[in-house]
């Protein structure tokens, strides 16, 4: 198993730009997660989705936006770039209910905005 | 909702000792793990310890283990006879049925 892919792993963008930041796994689990770490704090959940066609938001959604149309790919977009979205982004995926809570985590993307 | 709070922004200790880093804990669910990730400077976020909230028994993983104070919600993270490939970020994180929630994170230095 590859785990949880993410592309790109460095990203460079001028404000207003937009651009889709991917992730995939080919664990088959049910729930994915996007996380935003900036310098000297946690991560912080973005998006996350229970499955194909469900998606919800998480505590810092604002200027982003997610689809699940399959299992396997749970892509991140950025409508208008601002420089207050430069962070190192993270997907993470995990099984469902009831059989385990542990998240794997993909290699993370390096975003600035300029 | 869950919070977790991590108090000690940085550690240092020498290598061979022992380091206890802190973990307090909130959430309104009966149904919860918590964890304890390692992130060193490759930015990869490492599993290093779980525990299923109505598991008693405190977890261990060789050199690493927990002090899981359900009623006071704390969730402590020990490590025994420290190496310096311990060196690195180290996340509380509380799991609920939906979110994961992570602190901020202490920056842990072992010196030689």
């Known amino acids: 198993n590859a785990g949880v892919t993410q592309t790109p792993k460095f990203q460079v963008l001028k404000t207003g730009q937009s651009m889709t930041l991917q992730c995939a796994q080919d664990?088959?689990?049910?729930?994915m997660s996007w996380y935003r770490q900036d310098p000297g704090m946690g991560l912080r959940l973005i998006h996350y989705?229970?499955?194909?066609?469900?998606?919800d938001q998480g505590e810092v959604p604002n200027g982003y936006n997610v689809s699940r149309s399959t299992t396997e790919d749970f892509p991140l977009r950025l409508l208008s770039a601002a420089p207050s979205q430069t962070s190192v982004y993270f997907c993470?995926?995990?099984?469902?209910?009831?059989?385990?809570?542990?998240?794997?985590f993909g290699p993370g993307t390096r975003l600035t905005v300029t | 909702a869950q919070t977790v709070t991590q108090s000690q922004p940085e550690m240092s200790v020498q290598e061979a000792e022992t380091v206890t880093l802190s973990c307090t804990y909130d959430?309104?669910?009966?149904?919860?793990?918590l964890f304890w990730y390692k992130q060193p400077p490759s930015r990869q976020m490492i599993l290093v310890i779980r525990?299923?909230?109505?598991?008693?028994q405190n977890a261990t993983e060789n050199r690493f283990s927990v002090n899981f104070q359900k009623a006071a919600k704390s969730f402590s993270l020990k490590i025994s006879d420290s190496q310096l490939g311990d060196t690195a970020m180290y996340f509380c994180?509380?799991?609920?049925?939906?979110?994961?929630?992570f602190g901020q994170g202490t920056r842990l230095t072992i010196n030689p």
């Open positions: 993470a995926s995990r099984l469902g209910l009831p059989r385990t809570y542990e998240q794997y």
């Open positions: 989705s229970v499955g194909a066609g469900i998606t």
């Open positions: 525990q299923e909230a109505y598991k008693q």
């Open positions: 959430t309104s669910e009966n149904n919860y793990y």
């Open positions: 994180a509380c799991q609920g049925a939906q979110k994961l929630v």
């Open positions: 664990m088959n689990h049910e729930y």
